[in-house]
């Protein structure tokens, strides 16, 4: 098994591609070692002294890091507890009760019809345009909730905490659902 990697635009973050699936459908983001109990590769991979967060996404795996670590020296440590999990045939996820759309969007209820009729319209540019752009550097962008024209999106994998991601949120996709979506005056991040 070969493993590449790819650097992120947030130089803390760093991007696994181990050539097969990971999560095979809907991302997962672990920012603490304590909520990675139900993915045995996120525990295996916060064993590793550095390692602050973790992401698995369809078909790679982002690895956080605290900033007295230098990659030089992590890398090699997470690249083969990656190839060992999937060499012995661990599961990525344990089974369980899940629910919800299976998105990571936050779908939820409530609004008007109206509202329910804009958060439709900005989940389907989210999922169409913006998610595959940011999960090609690690990431992941998911909506949490639209109020009074204003939506918040959670910043997650190497997003999350990214020098440019508020250029990204303000600049990238502000200006895109304000010009397909009318009612959206603005777009903030939710932590």
């Not at 550095?50 to 605290?66: E, I, N, Q």
């Amino acid at each position: 098994m070969f493993i590449q990697t790819e650097e992120t635009p947030n130089p803390a973050t760093l991007k696994f591609l181990p050539g097969c699936p990971v999560t095979g459908g809907a991302p997962l983001d672990f920012s603490q070692a304590e909520s990675a109990g139900r993915s045995p590769l996120a525990q295996r991979l916060f064993a590793e002294d550095g390692v602050t967060a973790v992401f698995l996404g369809s078909d790679f795996v982002t690895v956080t890091k605290r900033a007295d670590k230098a990659w030089t020296v992590l890398k090699p440590v997470i690249v083969s507890a990656i190839m060992e999990h999937f060499v012995t045939g661990r599961p990525v996820l344990l089974e369980s009760e899940g629910g919800g759309c299976g998105h990571g969007c936050g779908c939820g209820g409530g609004g008007t019809d109206e509202d329910d009729d804009i958060v439709f319209q900005i989940k389907e540019l989210l999922e169409q345009r913006v998610r595959p752009a940011v999960a090609q550097d690690g990431g992941d962008i998911t909506f949490e909730r639209y109020e009074n024209g204003v939506v918040y999106l959670r910043m997650r994998g190497s997003c999350s905490g990214c020098p440019s991601s508020v250029m990204t949120l303000k600049n990238g996709i502000e200006n895109l659902l304000r010009h397909f979506i009318p009612e959206v005056q603005e777009v903030r991040a939710v932590r």
